[in-house]
């Protein structure tokens, strides 16, 4: 299966690793969109020759305009060059690669234009994913999971025809670099060991959300999204190997797992491809070389941030909109030197705390409470 893909956030971690499964595998690129980093979107325009490319920041847009000058590539700018690369007739499959809320309405826009969304943006369903999916369902607009730990779940259910089968989604989790840490030796931990993940290799901010076991937090309100799960029906565990993925355990008792070296272009891949399967360029397993496969209960008192997201699953409303966003906003100020690694959960409980609970939010509401949160960690922070 041939795709025609628009990839948004092409520069980042996700974004090069799909072009790189898109080179391997033979799909074509039909727009191709970054925040800022102009050498290398001029160097994957020449090389994938896109229709469309995107610099969202406009001085950057005008720089790529002048250096793409001698080719065919039309460059935009902005959240219309966003959107217009999401919704673009000439690819089937979105993958939203750009980190943050920032992805949502490129999202929307993609599910609205009826593509398949190869989706890497979990921010996206932490905020919206009611929303989100009820939209995709109206659109008929295929959402295909990129996160390893929920392409596991989907591979996992392949062939599940009745949902009612499932008794309990199981998700991994490495634990991140501070495993087995107190929280006095969190105190004392620096950006560049919370840079340092033990198994995979991905943007600073995921990073970070992975040292904080935020991550985790996120991707289980990803999966209760994803495969309307109530809480009570998922499980974290951590499993240090990162080499099974996530499992869905059926009502017989059966466990099914996926297993897999921690290569993210085997998930890219088989969003793109799914239903098939095709040989690509994920490092292969070698189940000889493994080490032992062990499975514990992950600490959530000392990782507080997970304890927060499994509180605001349970609530719902905006209540993910504003763990997410003030997330956001604590770890750009990490990122930036301007808080220590503790303070990034003391301020997303602040800002759960001060912005106004409200249970069932349209697309207006999510976005202030995102706002509403951003501006509570910013003021608190001072
Ligand atoms: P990254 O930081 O490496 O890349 C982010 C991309 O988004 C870049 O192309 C950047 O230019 C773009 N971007 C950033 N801010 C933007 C904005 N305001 N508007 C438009 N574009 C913007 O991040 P990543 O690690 O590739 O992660 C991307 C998404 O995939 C995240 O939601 C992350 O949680 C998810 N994800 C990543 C991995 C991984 O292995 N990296 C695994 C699972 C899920
Ligand atoms: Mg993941």
Not at 35 to 43: D, I, P
Not at 125 to 144: H, P, Q, T
Not at 306 to 329: D, I, P, Q
Request: glycine share 8%; with cysteine.
């Amino acid at each position: 299966m041939k795709r025609t893909l628009s990839i948004l956030g092409s520069s980042g971690s996700i974004g090069r690793q799909t072009l790189k499964v898109a080179e391997v595998c033979g799909h074509k690129v039909a727009a191709i969109t970054v925040n800022r980093s102009v050498e290398l979107a001029e160097a994957q325009s020449r090389r994938f020759q896109p229709k469309l490319a995107v610099a969202v920041d406009e001085a950057a847009a005008a720089d790529l305009r002048t250096r793409l000058a001698d080719t065919e590539v039309k460059v935009l700018s902005g959240q219309e060059g966003l959107l217009e690369a999401a919704a673009m007739p000439e690819a089937d499959t979105v993958v939203t690669a750009i980190v943050g809320v920032a992805g949502l309405r490129p999202t929307l826009a993609a599910i609205d234009a009826g593509k398949r969304i190869a989706l890497a943006n979990k921010e996206t369903l932490v905020c919206a994913g009611e929303l989100v999916m009820a939209r995709a369902e109206e659109k008929g607009a295929e959402i295909v999971p990129v996160d390893s730990e929920h392409s596991a779940i989907f591979q996992c259910l392949q062939g599940c025809k009745n949902r009612g089968e499932v008794r309990r989604l199981i998700i991994t989790a490495s634990g991140g670099p501070f495993y087995g840490k107190n929280c006095k030796e969190l105190s004392l931990v620096t950006k560049e060991q919370a840079l340092k993940h033990p198994n995979w290799s991905m943007g600073a901010k995921i990073t970070i959300d992975s040292a904080t076991l935020m991550n985790k937090g996120l991707e289980f309100i990803e999966a209760m999204r994803l495969y309307d799960m109530p809480p009570e029906r998922i499980q974290i565990v951590v499993h240090r190997e990162s080499i099974v993925h996530s499992l869905v355990e059926f009502e017989d008792g059966a466990i099914l797992a996926q297993l897999g070296s921690a290569d993210m272009c085997l998930p890219i891949q088989y969003a793109l491809t799914w239903p098939e399967r095709v040989s690509g360029p994920a490092k292969p397993l070698d189940l000889l070389s493994c080490p032992p496969l062990t499975f514990q209960k992950p600490d959530l008192d000392t990782f507080r941030c997970l304890s927060l997201a499994l509180e605001c699953a349970e609530k719902g409303g905006t209540s993910t909109a504003v763990l997410n966003g003030a997330n956001e906003a604590a770890v750009g100020l990490f990122l930036a030197d301007k808080i220590g690694f503790l303070d990034i959960a003391r301020l997303v409980e602040t800002a759960l705390d001060r912005v106004p609970f409200q249970s069932n939010p349209g697309l207006n509401n999510i976005f202030e409470a995102d706002r509403a949160a951003r501006e509570a960690v910013y003021q608190s922070a001072r």
